[in-house]
């Protein structure tokens, strides 16, 4: 935590550490300070699955230096001061935007960030860039956030049969019954209907037990299913990820999403691109107006538990505010 100065007698002495601060969509703000040059080697040297499965709590918590405002988090998550924050009781979209920004804080013109993609067309690689402070982002409502503070739970009605739906939001503790459920049925890759059962945590007629909530989630119409989507995300906050990028290749054009890649390489500088041609990052900003909302879901998932990369789900613009 320490940081050097030169005086001018040309001896170094030791400063305070540079803080930056840092409000969350939830409104919990803290001090943040830059990410090191050891927890930089520690991060490289890990897999992306070590990364991801350490979470994001791992790579922000040595940087968060003091909690300046505790927002609508109860003091059992949050207190103010240095106490850390309980990161897996967080908001997942407070966890991605401070993950995101660190690296805006920590890195040289930390805001541009150049990624790699492999197009689904031609199967050639191009270079993709663009600002990270250009991600829209959705604040958490005041009402959300007045729920929070009285821990009541969110409620939703189910499109078809009006049934009552007592809904969390997401945070990675809540993940861990479901994750449990997926290992038991030897899935990997979580789906929609695994990240609603996790987040629906009593369905008005149906045995809490999340075996009976997937399984009850699993017949319902894929119509019941987005709208129940879009209900949970409307009252979450988040930072969207998805991003629409378009091939280099003068012949091949192709316009694909891709998740913002949020791997171990997250924190590094722009590598060479493979592409022969001049890359023309301006175009980010072309076709910028359709992202997906994807709230806190990413491959760098805080737990691993992630939503497909795009599922098909498209709720475009959905309450997002740049
Ligand atoms: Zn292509």
Redesign the pocket.
């Known amino acids: 935590m320490d940081t050097y100065r030169q005086t001018q007698g040309g001896i170094f002495v030791q400063a305070p550490p540079v803080t930056f601060k840092l409000e969350l969509p939830s409104g919990l703000t803290a001090a943040m300070r830059k990410i090191k040059g050891a927890e930089l080697n520690a991060l490289a040297q890990a897999s992306d699955e070590a990364a991801n499965e350490g979470g994001f709590g791992a790579i922000i918590g040595p940087c968060w230096v003091e909690t300046l405002d505790t927002g609508p988090y109860t003091s059992n998550i949050v207190c103010l001061g240095s106490d850390k924050p309980n990161w897996n009781r967080l908001l997942k979209g407070d966890l991605l935007y401070a993950f995101v920004h660190l690296r805006r804080l920590s890195m040289p013109d930390g805001d541009t960030y150049d990624f790699d993609v492999q ?6 690689t ?1 270079g993709w860039t663009l600002k990270l402070s250009n991600l829209p982002v959705q604040k958490l409502s005041d009402e959300s956030k007045k729920r929070m503070q009285a821990q009541k739970r969110f409620e939703a009605r189910l499109l078809s049969d009006n049934r009552r739906i007592a809904f969390d939001l997401q945070t990675v503790a809540q993940e861990e019954e479901i994750a449990k459920l997926m290992k038991q049925q030897k899935r990997e890759r979580a789906t929609l209907i695994d990240v609603l059962a996790a987040q629906a945590v009593e369905i008005e007629g149906i045995n809490p037990d999340i075996r009976a909530r997937w399984r009850f989630l699993t017949d319902l119409d894929m119509d019941d299913l987005l709208d129940l989507q879009s209900k949970f995300e409307e009252a979450d906050c988040g930072l969207d990820t998805a991003i629409k990028t378009r ?3 003068t ?4 316009v694909q999403e891709v998740n913002l890649p949020l791997g171990k390489r997250f924190f590094s500088r722009r590598r060479k691109f493979s592409t022969d041609e001049p890359e023309k990052p301006e175009e980010a900003v072309d076709i910028s107006d359709s992202y997906v909302r994807v709230s806190a879901e990413s491959p760098a998932s805080t737990s691993g538990l992630s939503a497909p990369n795009s599922g098909g789900i498209n709720t475009a613009g959905a309450g997002t505010e740049g």
């Open positions: 197009c689904e067309e031609c199967k050639d191009y091939c280099t290749k012949k091949c054009r192709w």
